[in-house]
């Protein structure tokens, strides 16, 4: 079994899906073409992706992670009714020039989640 080559269909699958997927619905994706990976190699090499800058990691409280393609950071909205996680298009340097300001502590990452509704769950609520 090449390794590599397995972490490169997981990255692959992750770039191509373009959302903030858990390991187990990259499971899903992937397993049906690649019958031999197991679910433990999924995490695994998405937590080396993760560790090694090329993939992000989005966590929600009570939740599996999620996986991001892009590693910089940037706003999530979790939506509260369909569990989607979505990019928020808002500018982060404000709050990384804020977080340079704290003094006497070392600020290493951040990550800038709110919950909220997603734009379908929004327009299906105001359709009701
Ligand atoms: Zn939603
Ligand atoms: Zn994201």
Redesign the pocket.
């Known amino acids: 079994m090449n390794y590599s080559w397995q972490r490169q269909t997981i990255l692959d699958t992750v770039m191509q899906q373009k959302q903030?997927l858990t390991a187990n619905e990259l499971y899903r994706i992937i397993r049906p073409k690649n019958p031999h990976l197991s679910l433990g190699t999924v995490y695994r090499n998405l937590n080396l992706l993760v560790e090694t800058g090329v993939l992000?990691r989005?966590s929600v409280s009570g939740e599996p992670d999620r996986f991001?393609?892009?590693p910089h950071p940037?706003a999530?909205l979790y939506c509260r009714k369909c569990g989607k996680?979505v990019?928020l298009e808002i500018p982060t340097q404000p709050v990384a020039d804020l977080l340079a300001q704290c003094q006497g502590v070392r600020v290493e990452r951040y990550s800038l989640l709110v919950t909220g509704l997603c734009a379908d769950c929004s327009r299906a609520e105001a359709a009701e």
């Open positions: 903030h992000g989005v991001d393609w892009e940037h999530h996680v990019n």
